[in-house]
């Protein structure tokens, strides 16, 4: 009888290997939890921000580490140097916040980099997502380097500007080769010259780099070659064909009963060349089409609106009071095909300059897309006291005003809506004085209409792209609340302009009117829940005015006496603008206006013969 095998080795080899395990796993978990725990409120291994090594740094430690190269970088802002032929190096430094660049006057943000976000993002390893992920993310960051760049944000169409304001006096436009005509007869090919220019996309993307990576390294630059269009080695290829065309002409060029001839000097500066072929230049062409186009061309009119109310004064629609009329252009480019036809031999006689029909921004058939529903604004001024001229020219100004439409996102220049200042657009001329002259002025007192509408568009809630005040305060323009100056908007032809931005949904449609000495703009369209304030202006630094200026003249009888400009304190006046959002934040503008102190000057009336002594 055989003794059973003993198995006791085996069993203890068994429960060494299972002791051995839960050793391994003991020790793992625990490398695991401290793993954990000390990076809990700290960034993970190998952690770089922007090159900057913020392992086992707190969220605050990165935070002070980081800050201190933007804050850096922000005050010596990013270097970008240029060496010019003919000069030393060139360098300026493009810096956060750059001087003013837009119309109306505001510091343009050039780049700002966001701290908070870089440093979530570097943080989000090891803190982000359940045990396991959190823990998996720290793990291969002990093993390999977790680099995050710094976030940014660059405004490229204010930085191009900013860039065109240094570098634009280094580039050179390319040259075209040219023909002319020798006294002989003969064609002479003047060679094309390469131009430079710089690509500002390419030097926007650098600046992005060092921005990314915190970087204080100077950018180099240099332009790129740019080609000629017009080669002269492609007008050489080309002579005979040259030749042949310009033997041609002199060529006619019609539109109805109107024709204009050109010489062979006048064709020989359209024509360029390629390896195709001979053609016209539509820019060249254009050039020579001045007269032709004061003829021929003539502006889209838009039409003028009106707003139809209910019975309870809502609106419910806009008719047309004024039909809009189509415009008309040369087509450059077709009727440089034609011309090109005909000095190829393809066609005969007179060549017809083609024309192109332009539309008016709105027609009366689609009235109905408007929605216009809702009072945005309205602006008010009161010109009590006027000559009559001066009412005849405001009240033309709001006549040529009314039923306007602004499309949205549109700048709206006063001055371009109501010019030209002459006679034959209904304004009439007044004396007004011009250093020791009396001479006639068209168009004076439209300020008044400027003033109305810039109150309007503040009421309205809309961004002031231009504005002015007078160069002195005038009792006109004083401010319903407290007649006080500071609300005022001058305008001339062709500046200063009164500017501002349709940043609405929709149409904006302008209604004025004209009640006794009051003027009324009410500004109708779609609102977005936003309101429009600006408070009772404040003044401060009184000067006192100069004594009256006496102006002798033949103009009026001997020893009648006109006063065209009262005496005016100089001043300075304040107040502030309040764009209120439907979110309830808010954006805040103050206006300044110094006005200086201005005489009286009244126009004395003496004979001829006091005058020549």
Partial sequence: MKKKEKRYPVLKIIGIGVMSLSIIAAATLSSSWWLLTSYATRMAPHTTIAGIDVSRATYTEAEEMVQQRVEAINAQ???????????????????????????????????????????????????????????????????????????????????????????????????????????????????????????????????????????????????????????????????LTVENFLNTTPITLTWEDEKWIFEKKDVSSWLTAHASGVFVDTTALDNSLVEARQQIEQDAVDGRWELDKDAGGAAIGIHE???????????????????????????????????????????????????????????????AGSPTNRRKNIARGVELLNGLLIPPGANFSLVQSIKPFELSNGYVSELVIKGNKTEPEIGGGLCQVGTTLFRGAMESGLPIVSRSNHAYAVSYYADDRNHLPGTDATIYDPNPDFVFTNDTPGYILLQTRIEGNDLYFDLWGISDGRDGSFSAPTVSNYIAPPPTKEIPTTELAPGERKCTESAHSGVTAQFTYTITKADGTHIDRVFTSKYRPWQAVCLVGQSAETMTQ
């Fill in 77 to 239: 802002g990013i270097t970008i140097a240029y060496n010019t032929q003919h000069t030393d190096p060139v360098t300026f430094d493009v810096l956060p916040e750059n001087i003013p660049l837009s119309a109306s006057g505001d510091v343009q943000i050039l780049y700002t980099i966001d701290t908070q976000t870089t440093l979530d993002a570097a943080y989000t390893t090891g803190h982000h997502g359940n045990v396991i992920e959190r823990l998996r993310s720290l793990l291969r960051s002990l093993i390999s380097d977790n680099g995050v760049p710094a976030y940014y944000t660059i405004n490229e169409e204010a930085v191009t500007e900013m860039l065109k304001s240094h570098l634009t006096q280094y580039e050179t436009a390319p040259v075209n080769a040219t023909i002319t005509i020798a006294e002989d007869g003969n064609i002479q090919i003047n060679h094309d010259e390469l131009g430079a220019t710089f690509n500002y996309l390419d030097i926007i993307n650098l600046i992005g780099a060092r921005l990314s990576s915190l970087s204080s390294e100077t950018i180099t630059i240099a332009p790129e070659e740019t080609t000629a269009t017009t080669r002269s080695q492609d007008l050489e290829n080309q002579r």
């Fill in 321 to 383: 009071i004024t039909p809009s009329q189509n415009g008309r252009s040369i087509d450059l480019v077709t009727t440089a095909q034609s011309i090109t036809s005909y000095l190829a031999g393809a066609t005969t006689g007179a060549v017809t300059i083609a024309t192109i029909e332009t539309l008016p921004a709105f027609a009366a058939a689609n009235t109905d897309e408007l929605q216009i529903r809702d009072i945005l604004g309205t602006g008010h001024s009161n010109m």
